[in-house]
């Protein structure tokens, strides 16, 4: 009976993987998880939008340019979590050219708050908020999970929300404190969505307890950026 055990492919292949895995760092693991993340992804395309076309296109920036031609209202409101060194914040800043317009970057400023990817808590840390030339900037130092408790919503008739937020917890505390804001038009940014353990897991989430419908528009970098909006 052992013997037939052993000669089973399955069983090869079992303990090659975790012979392989003895060798494999940490980033290399995540790498491996974003594979069949992506294998999902399309295997969900197929059977919940099969017949939704959707936009390919370069990089992040081209991806909100196609979220900011969806853009209608004269009083849009930009939330970002996850502001880093302030690009996608100064493209916004840029590109949004209603004077109504708010942006508001939500950031810690201390780095992730726990490893992700093979990355240390503390990486990404940058100490202090970007300088933005824009009045219609303004920033919410701190921890996700302090800072949205106490934040008033400003007044605004579409919502942009931009989540770079890596790790599952934080895109978990953002999609819970955002999900009474949704409205039909608004616009989701996922900055790393194919990661089933994190953006994506915290996602697949809201889909399953929220009303709302999530229609995917457009992906950049073969699917590592995803927008969708709000039906």
Not at 16 to 31: E, I, S, V
Not at 78 to 94: A, I, K, P, T
Not at 102 to 113: C, I, M, N
Not at 153 to 179: F, G, K, M, R
Request: contains cysteine; negative net charge; aromatic residues 12%.
């Amino acid at each position: 009976m052992n013997r037939n055990i052993l000669s089973d492919p399955r069983t090869d292949v079992r303990l090659a993987l975790m012979r392989a895995g003895r060798r494999a760092t940490p980033r290399q693991l995540a790498y491996a998880r974003s594979m069949l993340s992506y294998l999902e992804l399309g295997r969900w395309l197929a059977t919940e939008h099969s017949g939704t076309r959707l936009k390919l296109v370069e990089d992040e920036f081209a991806l909100f340019e196609v979220a900011r031609r969806r853009i209608t209202g004269q009083r849009p409101l930009y939330l970002e979590f996850g502001v880093f060194e302030g690009r996608s914040l100064r493209w916004w800043s840029g590109h949004l050219s209603q004077p109504g317009a708010t942006l508001v970057g939500f950031d810690s400023f201390e780095g992730l708050p726990e490893s992700w990817r093979g990355r240390d808590a503390g990486h990404f840390q940058t100490g202090q908020p970007p300088q933005i030339d824009d009045e219609r900037v303004s920033f919410q130092v701190g921890w996700f999970d302090k800072t949205l408790p106490g934040f008033t919503v400003p007044d605004h008739d579409q919502l942009i929300v931009n989540i770079d937020c890596d790790l599952y917890s934080s895109t978990a505390t953002v999609l819970h404190w955002a999900e009474p804001h949704l409205r039909p038009g608004t616009l989701l940014y996922f900055d790393e969505f194919p990661d089933r353990d994190h953006e994506m897991l915290a996602f697949n989430e809201l889909q399953e307890r929220s009303a709302h419908k999530f229609v995917p528009v457009a992906i950049a970098h073969g699917g590592m950026h995803w927008l969708f909006e709000v039906t």
